[in-house]
Structure formats: structure tokens, C-alpha cells
């Protein structure tokens, strides 16, 4: 069983929660119905067979070896993690405000703090000593524009995608529209969701 | 940009340094400052500090300058950089921020953020890092703003500036004041208030143009300081070309982070004050938010930690919205964008690219001349003064007017800055006119100086003839001169019958100066140089004058 946080929109990056460890899923997935290629029926069949149920491993005639069979890793003990993070509702509030979230109601915050702990297994990992990383692509080369013009002149093509537009400038509400005050905004909730 | 967190702990950190220099102000007698503010701590004023120093406020003032990359693009895209255009015309998708769009980064801005950091003497580091500032604004569309937080291309360096001193001393005072980093950033788009429709016009053609954000620590004391620190950091930019350095076309601008406290306590609450559009309102806003902050401490009151506009009519500064307690910008590394690295000839990549590759002791040996070079090569050609120079340099195009009346006149340098600066440069400011406005040319003015090194006509003439040309009638000094008769008297009769006369006509005087007042004798002088209108030769008369009333 897994649960993502799908209310949680993209500007926190999207955790999804896995409990149990499931098979990993790759792309491309040799099944043993598959000798001929006879077009889309064939697919539909092979994706659904690698959907409906997990527990179809056991005996793929053509299996990858280097796919495990069984996990190879072991959870990790309570005992080793840091203290759970509660997360207060003042910070939550916070939290809203800052990225435009919304957590919705307790079972949101709930996820939210059963993400950080899945979170805090990293804690295991000795890394005194160790530089942290800049990103994943930090070995890479970061590419060099010369600096030349050619770009921009689409004012009619940009401003077409707005809604509302005002001689040539994007029209926008004044300032920021604050979020409404907690009670008030429950109200607002419980009325949106019917 | 709204005070970060990080700059809210560089303060808090600051609070636990004890600092044994205190650095003090001095103010000068054009400063529009209070007395108070002008009693407290003066480093060459000593006689006026009453009070024991430990119970003065003092001003506490640093700066965060975004200045504008002078450059053809933008620093993450392909548009175009300019000042005035139609709204959104200078606008690529990624500016727009539209989802599938990277950043590329410009080289010219690398360079040109190098340039200023090795000119300012900064540490240049060699592996530089990007990041998301995550704020809600509708000139923002991305919703964040790459800038460089962890570790921005350089640290640590100094900028050295001269504060003019006038008054009896006239002469220039070296400060300086500590850089904390120079950083690479974009800047945002530009929203319009329409208050007829209460809504917001966003414009997007200044959104993602490269910034150089330069922090500085809290060394200096008070708006007079602060002004002279931005010229010099204007002229520097100029200098190298790496921005124009135009305060009211928004391509330099400063915000200033104000505070007070007694000497040896913790540094007071801070304000930040904003929307300043000159170094001459940069000055005055600093000063009455100084004053205004004293006058709370001193009342018993506490400063807010606020953040406030400046406003130039009324000269006063005032609370701009709050915003909801301190903002939390949520740093992230920039994904998109691998690190910065930087080289010398030495470590550079032997099989690299030459135009993905840059370079710092190349960009060191480029460098073109600062404006201290400039200063000490004018004062080592020309032996003009420290404080001539100075001025001449603080001046846009001066430096070139004067070396151009070098160049054409016979007449010494030492003469010719006199000329240039006070005569000159007193008519420009006062008609609010620049050099380039000046309706007389150098060749015009060297024109003038030539007839006066020649002895063809005095120095009071030479002034009337310098206002004749200033009126730009067209005709040249020598003209000037025939037509108004102004060339010097030499008829040696002529003006001994004058002095006669003016000696006859005022016996009262005679009999002072032969009592022994001898300042009555420029009385004298004044009428026999208005009856030969300025033409006859000072020294002569006044010979002549002591002659006839011994």
C-alpha cells in the first residue's frame, strides 16, 4: 500500500510514500507473452498484466539477474532514527502562507510528518567529513552563452496566453492578495468542497 | 529586495564583534545635519564633544547595491537589454517563465561580475553556486529568483573612497569600507500601479537582466559618507564598463540598512530604507532617518525593525506596507544549473573550449584604468592637487575638458584648473548644466587663457571676456576683446592721469591711508579699476597709488 501527497502542489517536491518495499519499476519489461509483435493489443495486455497484481514475480522465464528477487535491503530500526518532527500549526499556517499550500486538514499535516520520517533514514548515513553535493549535475560543465540577441520580440504570442491584458502589459490584482484568516478559511474549505 | 535571513544574522553575528574603531563622522559645515548629529563624534572636531563619548548616539549605515550588467543580453536568456520599450517586447519565454524553458548562462555577465569583484580587490572564488529565492510577487513570475546565496562569485574585498571636506581645510579624506560578496542575480519585471482601475501592469522586459549585488558591511556613519562611497562605486563601474551606473534610470540601486547605537553597545534595530533615485537623495534620506531614529532612542521610545520608502518631496522617510513579519525565502540550489568555475591560465582545462573558459588573470591584465589611477596620473602630469583632481574626476567628462585646455594653451596646468574649476564648473552647477553642456568649447577657453598668458589683457578682463563667452554669441575671446575695447591699458600716462583723479576726488581716504590705514588703498584701487573698466594692470596701480599717497 502507498499514499502520495497529491495535494501537495509541485513547488515541494512530490514524496511518494512507500511503506513496503514494491518491485522497482523499469521501462521496459520483457514479459513472456510477447513473440510476436501484433500492435496495440499486445501492449495493452502486457501493461496490464504489470499492473493489476505485484506479487506476478516469481517466475519470469527471461528474468534480468541483476534485478533481485527478494528486497536486499532491511528497514531501518526506530531506535536509529532522530526524535519524529512534530509539525506545529503555527508552522503549518507558515508553511501555507510561504508556498501556497494546503495542507487541508489533519490527514495532510499527518502525511506531511510520515514523509519527514521517511525523510530521516538518511540520519543512518555517517557523513563527517564528507562535502555535501551542489547538486546532481555538479560534474557536469555549466555551458557559456556568448552574448548575442536572439531572443524576445513575442509580446503578441505571450501576452495571447493571459487572461487579462492591458495595452500590451499583463494585468495583475494590486499587491498581494492575503491568505484569509484560519477560521475564516476552514469556512471557505468546507463550502469548496461541497 | 526585502532584508533576507541571512542578512537579518550577518547583523546578530555583527552585535557580538567588538570593534575598538569606532568609525566616526565628520561633518562638514554644508551638511544638512542637526547639531546634534553634528556633535557627536567628530574625529578632528574634538573641542565640540561635550559629553562623554559613551553617550552618544552614533549612525550605523550599510549599503546593498544592485547595479544593472551593462550587456547586450540578459543573464539567463537570449532577449535584449534595453531602456525604454514597448512593454514586453524584450520578453523570451523563459523570461516569461514559461514551464519547459532553462537557463543558459551569459558569459559577458560572468565577466563583467569578475571585473568589478578584482577592481573592488575581492577574493574571486573559483567555484560559485546558484540558488532559488522563493518569494510571491507578480513580477516575478517564476515565483523565485536565481540568485547565488551558499557561495557567490567573490568575497571579502574594499572599496576606498574620498570624502571632499570643504570649509577652511578643503581637502579630500580617505575611508573605505568592507565589501562582504559580490553576487550574480536576476532581476525582476516592473509593475505599474493603476489606481483608476486598482490593479497592478506588469512589464516583463526588465524581468531576468543580470544583477551584480554588492553587500557591504555597516562601516559607515552617516548619509555623506554613504554618497561619496556610491560615487566612487559609480565611477569604478563606468570606469570598467561593466555597468552605467545611472541611479535614475534604475540602473544602479541602493538600499540602505540604517541604524544607531552608543559606541562599545550592541548595534541598534535597523531599518532599510528604499526607493532612493539619487546619490544627492541617498545623503538626505539617510540623514533624517539618523535623525528620526535618534529622536526615538532618545525619547525612550525602541526603533522597528521596518522597511521604508524614501520620499523625495517632503524629504522624509515613511513605512512602506508590512510584510507580515520576517520573510522566509526557503533557499534551494539552483537544479538547473551546474556550478561556476573559474580559472587561471594555469588551472585552465588544456583541451577546453576557449569560449567556455574564463580566465582571471586574463580579466586582472585588462582591467582598464580605475579612478585612483586616474587621479594620481593627473596630479603626476599636470601638478594640480589632490583635491583638484578629485573634483575633476567626480565630474562626468571634466577630466577630458581639462586635458583638452591643456593641450591647446600655453598657459600652466596649475592656472588652467583654476579656471576650469572655478570659473567653469561654479556657472555649470549653478545653471544645473553638465560639461558636455557647456556652451564654451575647450578650444574657446584655451583661446582665452592664451591672451591672458600673453599680457594682452588683465585678469579682471579675462573674467568679464569668460562671461561674453558663456552667453555664446559665436565670436571667439580675441573678437570679444576688439569689440569691447578690453585689451590692456598700456598708455603708461593714461592711467596715472586716472589714479591722479581718483586721488584728487577722494581726499579723506588719502589722509587715512597716509594715517597709516593701508586697506583704504584698496578702496582706491576698486574706483581707478572701474574708470579703466578692469583694462589697466593691477599690480601698476597699486604702485602707482602707494607712489602718490606716500
Redesign the interface.
Known amino acids: 500500500m502507498y499514499c502520495t501527497l497529491g495535494r501537495i502542489t509541485s513547488?515541494l517536491q512530490c514524496v511518494a510514500l512507500y511503506l513496503r518495499p514494491v518491485r522497482h519499476r523499469c521501462g521496459v519489461y520483457v514479459g513472456p507473452h510477447v513473440v510476436e509483435n501484433r500492435g496495440g493489443q499486445n501492449i495493452t495486455r502486457h501493461r496490464k498484466k504489470h499492473t493489476t497484481s505485484l506479487s506476478q514475480s516469481q517466475t519470469p522465464h527471461h528474468h534480468n539477474p541483476k534485478v533481485p528477487q527478494t528486497p536486499t535491503w532491511e528497514c531501518v530500526r526506530e531506535d536509529q532514527l532522530p526524535l519524529p518532527t512534530k509539525v506545529p500549526p503555527d508552522l503549518v499556517d507558515?508553511l501555507e502562507?510561504?508556498?501556497?499550500l494546503d495542507f487541508r486538514n489533519q490527514d495532510g499535516v499527518d502525511c506531511l510528518e510520515k514523509a519527514i520520517r521517511f525523510a530521516d533514514q538518511l540520519h543512518v548515513v555517517n557523513t563527517d567529513g564528507v562535502e555535501p553535493m551542489?547538486?546532481?549535475?555538479?560534474?557536469?560543465?555549466?555551458?557559456?552563452?556568448?552574448?548575442?540577441?536572439?531572443?524576445?520580440?513575442?509580446?503578441e504570442q505571450?501576452?495571447g496566453?493571459a487572461r487579462n491584458t492591458?495595452?500590451?502589459?499583463?494585468?495583475?490584482?494590486?499587491?498581494?492578495i492575503?491568505l484569509p484568516e484560519r477560521d475564516e478559511r476552514e469556512v471557505l474549505l468546507k463550502y469548496s468542497e461541497m | 529586495m526585502a532584508a533576507s535571513l541571512v542578512g537579518v544574522l550577518a547583523v546578530v553575528r555583527n552585535v557580538s564583534v567588538k570593534r575598538t574603531v569606532r568609525s566616526k563622522c565628520l561633518i562638514s559645515s554644508s551638511h544638512v545635519c542637526t547639531r546634534r548629529l553634528g556633535a557627536s563624534a567628530c574625529r578632528n572636531a574634538k573641542a565640540q564633544v561635550k559629553r562623554s563619548l559613551s553617550q552618544e548616539l552614533v549612525g550605523v549605515v550599510g549599503l546593498e547595491i544592485h547595479a544593472q550588467i551593462h550587456a547586450s543580453t540578459k543573464l539567463f536568456s537570449g532577449s535584449q537589454v534595453r531602456f525604454s520599450s514597448p512593454p514586453n517586447s524584450l520578453v523570451s519565454f523563459f523570461d516569461a517563465s514559461l514551464p519547459g524553458t532553462l537557463p543558459v548562462l551569459n558569459r559577458r555577465c560572468v565577466e563583467a561580475a569578475v571585473m568589478t569583484g578584482l577592481a573592488l580587490n575581492c577574493t574571486i572564488n573559483k567555484k560559485s553556486l546558484f540558488d532559488r529565492k522563493h518569494y510571491f510577487y507578480a513580477d516575478l513570475p517564476a515565483g523565485y529568483q536565481i540568485t547565488q546565496q551558499r557561495l557567490p562569485v567573490a568575497v571579502d574585498g574594499r572599496l576606498s573612497y574620498g570624502v571632499l571636506v570643504d570649509g577652511s581645510q578643503n581637502h579630500v579624506l580617505e575611508r573605505s569600507v568592507r565589501i562582504k560578496q559580490i553576487q550574480l542575480e536576476q532581476d525582476s519585471g516592473k509593475s505599474l500601479r493603476d489606481g483608476h482601475r486598482s490593479q497592478t501592469l506588469i512589464d516583463l522586459n526588465r524581468a531576468g537582466i543580470g544583477l551584480m549585488e554588492l553587500v557591504m558591511e555597516p562601516d559607515m556613519c552617516c548619509g555623506e559618507e554613504a554618497a561619496a562611497a556610491v560615487r566612487e562605486l559609480q565611477l569604478i563601474l563606468q570606469a570598467l564598463g561593466t555597468c552605467q551606473g545611472n541611479m535614475s534610470e534604475g540602473q544602479l540601486r541602493v538600499d540602505a540598512n540604517v541604524s544607531v547605537h552608543r559606541p562599545g553597545e550592541p548595534l541598534g534595530v535597523r531599518t532599510e530604507v528604499k526607493n532612493i533615485n539619487s546619490a544627492r537623495f541617498l545623503a538626505r534620506a539617510i540623514d533624517y532617518e539618523l535623525q528620526r531614529q535618534m529622536a526615538v532612542v532618545e525619547s525612550g521610545g525602541t526603533v522597528v525593525n521596518e522597511t521604508r520608502a524614501f520620499d523625495f518631496k517632503s524629504g522624509q522617510t515613511i513605512p512602506m506596507r508590512d510584510k507580515e513579519g520576517l520573510q522566509d525565502y526557503r533557499f534551494m540550489p539552483e537544479p538547473n544549473l551546474p556550478p561556476l568555475l573559474l580559472y587561471d591560465q594555469q588551472t585552465a582545462p588544456m583541451d577546453a573550449d576557449p569560449t567556455q573558459v574564463i580566465l582571471i588573470d586574463q580579466i586582472q591584465e585588462q582591467l582598464p584604468e580605475l579612478p585612483r589611477v586616474t587621479r594620481e596620473r593627473l596630479v603626476k602630469t599636470y601638478g594640480i592637487l589632490p583635491e583638484h583632481s578629485f573634483t575633476l574626476v567626480n565630474e562626468d567628462d571634466l577630466v577630458d575638458y581639462f586635458v583638452s585646455v591643456v593641450q591647446r594653451t600655453k598657459a600652466e596646468p596649475r592656472k588652467v584648473i583654476g579656471w576650469v574649476l572655478k570659473d567653469l564648473l561654479g556657472q555649470l552647477k549653478q545653471r544645473c548644466l553638465s560639461t558636455a553642456q557647456s556652451p564654451i568649447s575647450p578650444l574657446a577657453l584655451a583661446e582665452l587663457l592664451d591672451l591672458l598668458e600673453a599680457g594682452r589683457i588683465s585678469s579682471p578682463a579675462a573674467k568679464l571676456v569668460f562671461q561674453e563667452l558663456w552667453k555664446g554669441t559665436g565670436r571667439s575671446a580675441e573678437q570679444i576683446v576688439e569689440q569691447q575695447d578690453l585689451g590692456v591699458m598700456r598708455d603708461h600716462g593714461e592711467i596715472e592721469r586716472i589714479c591722479q583723479s581718483v586721488i584728487d576726488s577722494h581726499p579723506e581716504e588719502v589722509r587715512a591711508i597716509r594715517g597709516g590705514n593701508r586697506n583704504v588703498l584698496n578702496k582706491l584701487m576698486g574706483r581707478v579699476m572701474k574708470q579703466t573698466k578692469g583694462r589697466a594692470d593691477p599690480l601698476l596701480v597699486r604702485t602707482l597709488l602707494e607712489e602718490k599717497t606716500s
Open positions: 513547488s507558515k502562507r510561504l508556498a501556497l551542489a547538486s546532481v549535475l555538479e560534474d557536469r560543465t555549466l555551458y557559456l552563452r556568448d552574448d548575442r540577441i536572439e531572443e524576445g520580440d513575442c509580446a505571450l501576452l496566453l492591458l495595452e500590451g502589459y499583463y494585468v495583475a490584482p494590486p499587491g498581494n492575503p
